[in-house]
C-alpha cells in the first residue's frame, strides 16, 4: 500500500510564507514525477509545480517567482517552499506523485490535502 502524507499548511498573513512537505511511504519501487497541485473554493484544482525524478521543474504563472518546489529522493518528499502569499493562494493543497509499487505497475497517487489560508 502505498500513500502520500502532506503537512505544514495554516493560516498566514498576506506577504508571509510557508514550507508544504509531502512524503511518500509504503512498498515503493520507484517514483517519477512529483507534483503540487491546489483546488480553491468554488474552483477547479489546477497545477502549481511540478518537480521530476532529476530536480527539473516546472511552474504555473501564478507560481513563478514566489513558490519553489523541490524533492528529496532519498526521503521520497517533494517540498514546496511559498512566499510572497496572497489571499488568492488560498486553497487546498495536494500533493500528487507517478509511482510504481512492488505490486502494482505505474499509477497516479494523491494525499489527502492540506489546507492554506492567506489572510489579515
Known amino acids: 500500500q502505498v500513500q502520500l502524507v502532506e503537512s505544514g499548511g495554516g493560516l498566514v498573513q498576506p506577504g508571509g510564507s510557508l514550507r508544504l512537505s509531502c512524503t511518500a511511504s509504503?512498498?515503493?519501487?520507484?517514483?517519477?514525477?512529483m507534483a503540487w497541485y491546489r483546488q480553491a473554493p468554488g474552483k477547479e484544482r489546477e497545477l502549481v509545480a511540478t518537480v521530476t525524478n532529476d530536480g527539473r521543474t516546472n511552474y504555473a504563472d501564478s507560481a513563478k517567482g514566489r513558490f519553489t518546489a523541490s524533492r528529496d529522493n532519498a526521503k521520497n518528499t517533494v517540498y514546496l517552499q511559498m512566499n510572497s502569499l496572497k489571499p488568492e493562494d488560498t486553497a487546498v493543497y495536494y500533493c500528487?506523485?507517478?509511482?510504481?509499487?512492488?505490486?502494482?505497475?505505474?499509477?497516479?497517487?494523491w494525499g489527502q490535502g492540506t489546507q492554506v489560508i492567506v489572510s489579515s
Open positions: 500528487y506523485a507517478a509511482i510504481r509499487s512492488y505490486s502494482s505497475p505505474w499509477r497516479a497517487y
Open positions: 509504503g512498498s515503493i519501487f520507484s517514483i517519477n514525477d
